[in-house]
């Protein structure tokens, strides 16, 4: 393996385990572990901070995942010349590129609003919003991933 496509593929990785392995702690620790122990007063505002830090992180890795896949696509001669698991990888992660935008754009937005506000109900509503689409998000995530490993041998 040439070593930029081994440079390209390095940053790719560890930029998908960051948003992949991000989604799996919000989902199964950090939010789990709000609800049980905080009240929605203390609770929703640590989330909204949570995520918002988590989101930035996110938009970052989504620009170097597109970045690097495209850059490796291009060392291997072109979409003509990588196989099909690469067409699916970019298709799915695509549709996560645009759930997270719509996450990030309507339900987070009216969730910083409704912290602000101190409108727990409508703020706990959203975040409900945020933790259902960023389990699909999850899910496309591992099936990504399971493409990247398996996808050579399919």
């Given at each position: ?26 989902h199964f620790g950090v939010r789990p572990a709000a609800v049980a122990t905080l009240e ?9 901070a949570t995520l918002a830090r988590f989101f930035a992180g996110v938009s970052s890795a ?25 067409h699916a990888m970019l298709a799915i992660g695509l549709v996560m590129t645009a759930i ?55």
């Amino acid at each position: 393996m040439p070593v930029p496509y081994a440079d390209l593929l390095l940053l790719h990785l560890l930029a998908a385990a960051f948003w992949v392995g991000g989604m799996a702690l919000m989902h199964f620790g950090v939010r789990p572990a709000a609800v049980a122990t905080l009240e929605p007063a203390q609770r929703l505002p640590f989330l909204a901070a949570t995520l918002a830090r988590f989101f930035a992180g996110v938009s970052s890795a989504i620009g170097l995942l597109l970045a690097t896949g495209f850059g490796m696509v291009w060392l291997a001669g072109g979409f003509a010349n990588v196989r099909w698991h690469v067409h699916a990888m970019l298709a799915i992660g695509l549709v996560m590129t645009a759930i997270y935008l719509h996450i990030r754009l309507a339900p987070f937005v009216r969730l910083k609003r409704a912290v602000a506000a101190r409108a727990w109900p409508v703020a706990a509503a959203q975040l409900d919003t945020i933790r259902r689409l960023v389990a699909v998000n999850l899910l496309l995530g591992v099936v990504v991933f399971a493409l990247a490993v398996l996808g050579r041998a399919l």
